[in-house]
Every structure is written in structure tokens, then in C-alpha cells.
């Protein structure tokens, strides 16, 4: 995802909406977080204006005269230890390891402070459920209720205020929480929230896998100790040899029927890949010094290759449209101000797009050195990507006219793909007016391949049971929507009686100050 580019078109977005010229200056003054967040290797004032004069140019927006920057000022420190450049020095590249520090909240890295106007917009969206709308557990508390006094609490916006319930959240349990472990065992475990099983044909291509890494290991040990191979060799030959046996099984599974064996297909394909890149010390140096770039073209684009099948457009870095709809539902022509200027929205760094609706997406982040979980990972991954799958949710229901027959029947499938990790967000909403996020484990593509077990062979079976949850889902809006034989009327006197309309998602605005992506 292009943060940067994001962040420039909001910038004159905002600009046109409050009729001001745009310049770099006051870009930049607005974008301090994100320029401090940014680590460049180049000239500070070159790369922002370059980048600032193309977006322009494409955007086809109109530059005024910007005042001069000062870059040491800006960032609060010497300018000899980063890439600032005056008017009469030219300072040095930052070293290696150096943090610059941010200064103030960052739509992207950090949740939004509720304001009160914010939470009278999530009161009024729990006032409007009546009883019926609600989720009932079998002690007689109401989902929602909870959820609601969970998120009154809240100093920063949470899922919740999307009526979002995480069932792996830690934070939604008590003491400090407002759920009890058996209340969110219940949730999580109503209806059947599971993946789909694979079939008995991929379950022996991944089995021939496991079995034949074990043997391959433990021929090799024999002709060490018989003296055929050197004692000395062990950790590179045994990889290698390793990577022989993999190789020739898989290609021994034959050619699969690309029509009536797609998924055998591309599971023999995309192994065959990932052996090449083991061969040649690719993923090594991926996950070393790679860039995010780097790993969405070698790694994680392979999976996109699943979904091929299913006839659907999988798009690398676009604007979801679910999201962009839902950012401005309610804008309208009131006679009274100017007609609002169109919100931007969440650009995922995969959309998985079919006749005009959207099943899933993808946010994929490199390693920050942070040795656990980034902060950019956290709040992507438990706010951003939650709401943007309940927006995917919302669109998805809307073709099915909303018939609680098929809503609950449907799921969105998001993929956290950072560094080398992957797991596997589903969300559906089985119940009430609730959207259920549940979740997988996180797996590790290991860089050696005596280790696929572990990380690569559990992530290509996800990825197989994601296609097939999504195929499941097209099925439930195609049948739908042939079966539908609603009577068209005027909206007053259509009865709605089998409808369900979930909570729209909570769309709270920082100060037009800050820059939001």
C-alpha cells in the first residue's frame, strides 16, 4: 500500500473542500507524522517534492507558491544526522538504526481519539436496535449490550463501535472487559464458524509432502552415518537434498486437468515455485532485506493465483469499493451547503473482486524490527481491516437484497500477510445485528525447506479453504438473486419483513489538520 500517495490525495481532497491553494508547505506541516514515519535514503526536500509535484500532476490539481522548508526545524533535530538538505549545506544520510520519533497520532499507525460527537453517533446506532435486532445468549444478556457498554468506556475507537466483536480480542474479556470467557466461547462457537474440510486429493498431495521431507531426512542420516555423504556437509546438503525429493514427488503427481483439477493444478505449481525460490536462496534474502514490494511479487502474489479459478480479479494496491461507498452513504444534495467532497477510503494492498462485489482483501507489511507484533500490524489488523471486511460484508448483503436468509450465510475473508507470517481473518454474522471476526493461527514461511510443515503447508491449505468459502459465498448471492421474485414497488410499501440490516460502520473523523489515508 502507497501510504504517501494516499496521504497527498487526501491532502487535496481536503484542499478543494476547504477552497484553499494547495502547496508543499502546507502539506507538509500537515503530514509531519507521516514524513518522520517514512525512512528514506535520499535527499529529504527532493523526494517530497518530487513526489508532491507528480501526484499533482496527476491529479491534475493546480500548485501555489510554496514558502521555504525548514527541514531540521520540522523533524526537531541536527540536521547532520538525517537527509536534510539547506540552502548552504548539504548534510550527510542517516546511520543505519537511526528511529526518528513521532510527535502526534497517526491515522494509520493508531486508532482515533473519541470525541463526544463520536460517541453520540455509536449511541444513536444502539439506540435504533430494538430486541428483536438483537443477538440473545442463552443467560439472557444481549450481545449488543454488551458491546455498547464496552465501547462507552473506550478512549479510542475499537471494533466494537463498528459492532464488530472480535472473538479472539483478550481486551472484550472481564475483569476489564464486559464479556465473560463462557459468553464469548458461545459466540464463538454458534453455528459452525469453521473452514471448509479439503478434499481427499489435496489431503494426499500434502501428505506426500510431509512424508516425503521425513524420509528424505532420514535417508540422508543413513549415508551420513554410513559414510556416503561428509559429516561435515550436513546443514546445506541435507537442505539440498531435502529440496531433490520435494521436487521430483510433486512433479511425479503428474499434469492435473487445469478445468476439472484447479486447485491440484496451481497447489503443484505454487509449490514448484516456492522450491525454485528455496534453490536459490530467495526467500533468505526476502526476509532479510527485502521490501514490503519485495514480498507481495515473490510470496504472497503466488496465493492470488488460487482465486483464479473462481473467474475473479484479484487487485494489487486498489481502492475497495465497498469501502468507498460506505465512506460516503450519506451523501446527498441538501439545498442547504455545498454538496460534501468524496471521502477517501482504505486502499487494502489485495482486493478479491468478482461482477461488481467484493470478497475479501489482503494487508501485507515487511518486518519493522519491533521483534513481535508492529504497531502498524496491530491496528490494521484489529480495526482498519475488521471494518473494511464488515464494508465488504455490507456490499455482499446488499446484493442479496439483505434476505436474512442469505446474510447469514455469508463470509469475508482478509489474509494478514506480514514479513513471512500469514493468518486468516473471517467475518460473518450469524446472529442479532453483530459481525463475528474470527481468526486463525499466524504461520511462518520457513526459509528452509526441511521446515514446510510448519509454515508454508498450513498456509497454502488456508488459502485453498479461503477459496472455497469464497466460492460458497458467490454461490449463496448467485442463487439469491436468481431466486428472487420480489414484487418491485415503491420503497414505502415493500415489507421487509425477512430483511436484516446490520449497523453501518463507525466513520470517525480526525481533525481536518491531521492527515488521514
Same mark, same amino acid.
Given at each position: ?33 507521516? *514524513? ?78 473519541? !470525541? ?47 459492532? *464488530? ?12 472487559? !464486559?464479556? !465473560? ?116 511479487? +515473490? ?147 520457513? !526459509? ?25 459465498? *458467490? ?31 463507525? +466513520? ?10
Amino acid at each position: 500500500m502507497n501510504n504517501i500517495d494516499q496521504a497527498i490525495d487526501a491532502y487535496f481532497q481536503n484542499a478543494v473542500e476547504q477552497e484553499i491553494t494547495p502547496t508543499l508547505h502546507d502539506f507538509v506541516m500537515n503530514a509531519k507524522d507521516l *514524513i518522520m514515519d517514512t525512512e528514506i535514503s535520499e535527499n529529504l526536500n527532493d523526494f517530497w517534492s518530487i513526489r508532491f509535484l507528480n501526484a499533482a500532476k496527476k491529479a491534475g490539481v493546480l500548485l501555489g507558491k510554496s514558502k521555504k522548508i525548514d527541514w531540521e526545524a520540522l523533524l526537531g533535530h541536527d540536521a547532520s544526522n538525517s537527509n536534510v538538505s539547506t540552502e548552504n549545506k548539504t548534510s550527510k544520510s542517516p546511520t543505519t538504526g537511526t528511529k526518528r520519533t513521532r510527535s502526534a497520532t497517526n491515522s494509520k499507525t493508531d486508532s482515533a481519539p473519541l !470525541t463526544p460527537s463520536m460517541l453520540t453517533e455509536f449511541k444513536n446506532v444502539y439506540k435504533s436496535l430494538t430486541e428483536e435486532q438483537k443477538w440473545k445468549l442463552p443467560n439472557g444478556k444481549f450481545v449488543e449490550d454488551l458491546m455498547y457498554e464496552y465501547g462507552s468506556n473506550c478512549e479510542y475507537e475499537h471494533a466494537v463501535h463498528s459492532f *464488530i466483536l472480535d472473538v479472539d480480542d483478550p481486551c472484550l474479556l472481564k475483569p476489564e472487559g !464486559t464479556f !465473560t470467557h463462557k459468553q464469548m466461547e458461545t459466540i464463538r462457537s454458534y453455528g459452525y464458524p469453521g473452514l471448509p474440510y479439503l478434499s481427499d486429493s489435496l489431503k494426499a498431495m500434502f501428505n506426500l509432502c510431509s512424508k516425503t521431507v521425513a524420509d528424505a531426512i532420514d535417508k540422508y542420516n543413513e549415508r551420513t552415518v554410513a559414510g556416503v555423504e561428509s559429516a561435515s556437509r550436513t546443514d546445506v546438503a541435507m537442505e539440498e537434498w531435502v529440496l531433490r525429493c520435494l521436487t521430483a514427488k510433486v512433479r511425479e503427481c503428474g499434469n492435473f486437468d487445469p478445468y476439472e483439477q484447479c486447485d491440484e493444478e496451481w497447489l503443484q505449481s505454487v509449490l514448484l515455485d516456492f522450491f525454485r525460490m528455496y534453490r536459490w536462496d530467495v526467500l533468505s534474502w526476502v526476509s532479510t532485506v527485502g521490501s514490503e514490494a519485495d514480498l507481495v511479487s +515473490r510470496v504472497w502474489s503466488r496465493l492470488d493465483e488460487c482465486f483464479y479459478s473462481l473467474r475473479m480479479q484479484t487487485r494489487r494496491d486498489h481502492t475497495s469499493t465497498a469501502a468507498a461507498a460506505d465512506a460516503n452513504r450519506d451523501k446527498t444534495l441538501t439545498g442547504m451547503s455545498p454538496i460534501s467532497a468524496q471521502q477517501p477510503s482504505f486502499r487494502p494492498d489485495l482486493v478479491l473482486f468478482k461482477n461488481g462485489i467484493e470478497f475479501g482483501m489482503a494487508e501485507c507489511g515487511k518486518d519493522d524490527g519491533s521483534n513481535g507484533v508492529s504497531q502498524k500490524e496491530l491496528v490494521e489488523t484489529q480495526l482498519h481491516c475488521p471494518k473494511l471486511l464488515k464494508s465488504m460484508l455490507l456490499q455482499v448483503a446488499a446484493k442479496c437484497n439483505n434476505r436474512k436468509s442469505a446474510v447469514r450465510k455469508l463470509k469475508t475473508i482478509g489474509f494478514a500477510q506480514f514479513h513471512l507470517h500469514m493468518n486468516v481473518m473471517i467475518m460473518d454474522s450469524p446472529s442479532g445485528s453483530v459481525c463475528r471476526l474470527s481468526r486463525t493461527p499466524s504461520y511462518r514461511i520457513a !526459509t528452509a525447506p526441511s521446515l514446510i510443515q510448519s509454515g508454508l503447508l498450513p498456509i497454502l491449505k488456508l488459502t485453498l479453504k479461503c477459496k472455497e468459502v469464497v466460492a460458497k459465498t *458467490i454461490d449463496v448471492v448467485e442463487s439469491t438473486m436468481r431466486a428472487d421474485d420480489e414484487e418491485p414497488d415503491v420503497r414505502s410499501v415493500m415489507t421487509k419483513s425477512d430483511t436484516v440490516e446490520l449497523p453501518p460502520v463507525a +466513520r470517525f473523523k480526525e481533525k481536518k489538520s491531521k492527515m488521514s489515508a
